[in-house]
């Protein structure tokens, strides 16, 4: 065998990964996190962190990923795409209730029309982003000639 170079982490997925000893003559192979040299390679090696990957860190030498962090800043994320998509629906509608708009025949579906708009400001009262219950809008609105 060669010279060690070092170690890898291959993941498989974000919590399962494989170990990987590094020779200086470009080869290597899968070593268990038992194995002595690893273990005795981690201790004056520990990285913070995975690069590319922040929720995973190495507490005591052992590669640890954070869940609980990767859950919570992905439910932040759709949050955030809950919101966009929210804005451009209202601002679809901002014609309907300006005061610049149309003139409706029918306050029941001008009614309507401002429900479905606040229906939609409340969206972010519900508690889970990616099972949002969307509000359906009122028929299409045509202007009254005047």
Known sequence: ???TLGFAWTYSDD????ITELFADGTS????PQ???YM???QSNTPSQIAGNQYVTFPGG???YNTAQAQADATAAAWVQVRSHRNLLIAQCDWVVLNDGPIFPNAVLLSQWKTYRQAL??????TDPTMIT?????????PSPI
């Open 29 to 32: 192979r899968t070593v268990s």
């Open 35 to 37: 194995y002595a040299l």
């Open 1 to 3: 065998m060669t010279q």
């Open 62 to 64: 052992v590669p640890t």
């Open 134 to 142: 969307w509000p359906t809008p009122p028929s299409t609105v045509e």
């Open 40 to 42: 005795t390679w981690i």
């Open 15 to 18: 919590t399962h990964y494989v």
């Open 121 to 126: 400001r409340d969206i972010t009262k519900q």
